[in-house]
């Protein structure tokens, strides 16, 4: 019996002297405090960037002087000739390079 418990003696003071999992627990706790004191700034800074984006856009489409809408398609030409060839006396179209 007295040979027992000087063994789980000795286990007890190997276990107690052993600091890896004491060492892991507080690296544990130092990122769950992190985590917890960084989230809120986070979630602030968010709202900051979302509000920069969204007075940026309003300047630039006051500036351009149109809404957010995407412009119109041109439409066809009055000839329906893709490269033009209205009423100007141009000729519209393709230039020849032979001339």
């Known amino acids: 019996m007295r040979t027992a418990l000087i063994s789980l003696k000795q286990k007890i003071k ?3 002297a052993n ?3 004491q060492t892991m627990l507080e690296y544990a706790m130092l990122a769950g405090f992190l ?3 960084v989230a809120p700034l986070l979630v602030g800074t968010g709202q900051n960037i979302k509000s920069v ?3 940026t856009n309003t300047v ?3 500036a351009s002087g149109s809404s957010s809408s995407p412009p119109a398609s041109p439409g066809p030409t009055p000839s329906g000739n893709p490269n033009g ?3 100007d006396g141009s000729g519209g ?3 020849n390079k032979n001339k």
């Open 14 to 16: 190997r276990l107690l």
């Open 19 to 21: 600091c890896q999992g």
């Open 35 to 37: 985590a917890v004191a």
């Open 53 to 55: 984006y969204l007075n």
């Open 60 to 62: 630039l489409d006051s």
């Open 85 to 87: 060839g209205g009423n």
């Open 93 to 95: 179209g393709k230039k």
